[in-house]
């Protein structure tokens, strides 16, 4: 059985789990480096990045998991989780992570749009999506593949091993998004 894991420092992490076990993979709840060996991929989740980036260097995690996405570790980031894999950060000196070549603007969707549901295309499949105080990506490398917009908005990427969201596949009862993952990227 493969192994999950889902960064577990703050914000949507639970319910990540939920899903990845109904399809039949073990999830791993990641809080310290020692858990990065023992995972075939990994699920950064939604929540708030300043806050999670800040816990990824106090537990020493930002340096080892950098390495590993580096080194090819599957990774399916949701909102928060994409920011901190971004190159760049608009309006922002503090980045993360950095291994996904793209700008993103945190809280991009405009205070009136604070959350709302939308449906979009995830490559070929509708799905419906979950924007709560989204970001959006505003420049990809060209290497970089787009798999949604959402009213011209680019709103999910892969590029090799990484597939950033904006949106919140895990709040949705469809489990289109995480199995595209497991089936795809899991080695
Ligand atoms: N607005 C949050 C941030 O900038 C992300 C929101 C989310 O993950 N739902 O970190």
């Known amino acids: 059985m493969k192994t999950v894991g889902v960064l577990a420092l703050q914000g949507a992490f639970i319910e990540h789990e939920k899903i990845l076990k109904q399809l039949g993979v073990r999830p791993l709840e990641i809080k310290h480096k020692e858990d990065l060996n023992q995972i075939n991929g990994i699920i950064l989740p939604g929540g708030e990045s300043t806050t999670q980036g800040s816990l990824l260097e106090t537990e020493d995690l930002l340096q080892p998991l950098k390495e590993k996405i580096e080194q090819g570790l599957p990774t399916l980031a949701t909102c ?18 950095q291994t996904l070549p793209v700008t993103i603007r945190r809280n991009a969707f405009g205070r009136q749009s604070h959350s709302f549901k939308s449906r979009g295309t995830f490559l070929s499949t509708a799905v419906e999506m979950i924007f709560i105080r989204a970001p959006f990506f505003t420049q990809v490398d060209p290497d970089v593949q787009i798999l949604s917009k959402i009213e011209d908005h680019i709103v999910a990427v892969q590029y090799h091993n990484q597939v950033a969201l904006s949106f919140h596949p895990e709040l949705t009862q469809d489990p289109t998004i995480h199995s595209y993952f497991i089936h795809t990227l899991l080695v």
């Open 80 to 97: 928060a989780g994409s920011i901190l894999l971004s190159q760049e950060i608009e309006d922002q000196q503090e980045v993360y992570l």
